[in-house]
T-cell receptor, first 111, second 113 residues
């Protein structure tokens, strides 16, 4: 069945460093790859997404890259700040709007 | 925040009792979803709806049922709660039938004792 593997499960960086989270997926029909950020006690919130016809997308300090051949995509956060500390989820989606989520990465940015 | 309200926000119930969680949206989005979140599993889809009275199963639907009698409300029912259903439940909505941004509610923390 459809599956998304996300690594690492925890990530600790110093403020100002970069953070990278990686995901692999199994469904070759997937064409939508969002990243969600979840703060403590809140629901996940979309921070960036990419579609299968694009290899890279950037929004200020956040970027996502997609390699459809290898079936993996990554989230890159540069110049990390303490407020970037949260749990991050990758997901894959296709027709029907359903999303399959990765297991999550707990990012800790130390001042 | 998208207009999604989940109720209750917290609930403790006993094994074997029925429980209903409610999701109410004010965005008039066609698609609504129920996910559960457990450590090490991310979010897993329980059931979803693509219109009034139109629902379908997700990957972890056993022990759950849903109903959608109005566009704005999507109910999740645990017919007979078990300890394995202790979890945080999230409702989400999306507008289009192609994969697109889903907006999540604040979650309901359910504990079955």
């Amino acid at each position: 069945g459809e599956n998304v593997e996300q690594h690492p499960s925890t990530l600790s960086v110093q403020e100002g460093d970069s953070a990278v989270i990686k995901c692999t997926y199994s469904d070759s029909a997937s064409n939508y790859f969002p990243w969600y950020k979840q703060e403590l006690g809140k629901g996940p919130q979309l921070i960036i997404d990419i579609r299968s016809n694009v290899g890279e997308k950037k929004d200020q300090r956040i970027a996502v890259t997609l390699n459809k051949t290898a079936k993996h995509f990554s989230l890159h956060i540069t110049e990390t700040q303490p407020e970037d500390s949260a749990v991050y989820f990758c997901a894959e989606g296709n027709q029907g709007g359903k999303l399959i989520f990765g297991q999550g990465t707990e990012l800790s940015v130390k001042p | 925040d998208a207009g999604i309200t989940q109720s209750p926000r917290h609930k403790v119930t006993e094994t074997g009792t029925p429980v209903t969680l409610r999701c109410h949206q004010t965005e008039n989005h066609r698609y609504m979803y129920w996910y559960r979140q457990d450590p090490g599993h991310g979010l897993r889809l329980i059931h979803y709806s693509y219109g009034v009275k139109d629902t379908d199963k997700g990957e972890v639907s056993d022990g759950y049922s849903v109903s959608r009698s109005k566009t704005e409300d999507f109910l999740l029912t645990l017919e007979s709660a078990t300890s394995s259903q202790t979890s945080v439940y999230f409702c989400a909505i999306s507008e289009l039938d192609r994969a697109t941004e889903a907006f999540f509610g604040q979650g309901t923390r359910l504990t079955v004792v």
